[in-house]
């Protein structure tokens, strides 16, 4: 039994998703963490592989643990405001901001139980998962209102020429690519010995990210 399967379906799994949360977003600028952000996503694939399709209540749980983690570290910010008049106010503080980041962490919850489900029809989960929480990301920027702040891929701002591909295709596109890239390195690391068509596939996915940032270091030396 791995570590990761001791783990997978004990009550501690939703912490640990929790915490990946955190971790994905301190690849937000200003902090740019990008290894951190990388590792969280890795880690996170890693614990959803392998889960039954048929309990939708845990997969929605999963990614609802994994969204309020980043989205209560991405809107910690919005508490400051709080402090302008401490006495009176900073009790509403820990309402605001987490009710607010479990709000927008409902979105990933569908995506998560939308990702497996289409896992169980035969799609790469490695494939769906990213694809999924890059549509409900877009989605939030326009259901209710629409509140598109903190969007995975602002994580792009701190990797250099690749922030320079949203012209191509947009903060949507850019944050399927950061969330794609993240899980990569689990899965070719999973793949390399006994699936060589998804080591290839994962790994030419993954060469896009320095052939993008190649790109994107030229435009910006010849504007």
Avoid at 2 to 16: D, H, I, L, P
Avoid at 19 to 44: H, R
Avoid at 52 to 77: E, I, P, T
Avoid at 119 to 124: E, Q
């Amino acid at each position: 039994m791995t570590v990761f399967e001791r783990f997978k379906g004990s009550r501690w799994a939703w912490v640990f998703k929790f915490i990946f949360g955190v971790g994905l977003a301190l690849g937000l600028p200003p902090l740019s963490q990008i290894w951190v952000a990388t590792l969280s996503l890795s880690l996170l694939f890693a614990f959803e592989m392998g889960c039954s399709a048929k309990q939708l209540r845990k997969h929605f749980l999963s990614g609802l643990s994994f969204g309020f983690g980043y989205f209560v570290f991405a809107f910690h910010w919005i508490g400051f405001a709080f402090f302008v008049d401490a006495s009176s106010d900073l009790w509403m503080m820990p309402f605001a901001v987490g009710g607010l980041a479990l709000f927008m962490a409902c979105y990933w919850g569908v995506a998560f139980v939308l990702a497996h489900a289409l896992a169980k029809r035969g799609f790469a989960l490695w494939l769906t998962l990213p694809c999924m929480l890059a549509l409900v990301e877009f989605l939030r920027g326009y259901l209710f209102t629409g509140f598109p702040w903190a969007v995975p891929g602002l994580i792009a701002d701190g990797m250099g020429g690749v922030l320079q591909f949203a012209s191509i295709v947009g903060m949507p596109g850019l944050t399927l690519l950061i969330l794609l890239w993240g899980m990569l390195p689990f899965v070719i690391f999973m793949a390399w010995r006994k699936e060589r068509r998804r080591f290839i596939l994962a790994s030419a996915l993954l060469a896009s990210l320095p052939a993008i940032w190649f790109w994107g270091e030229w435009r910006l030396r010849n504007p």
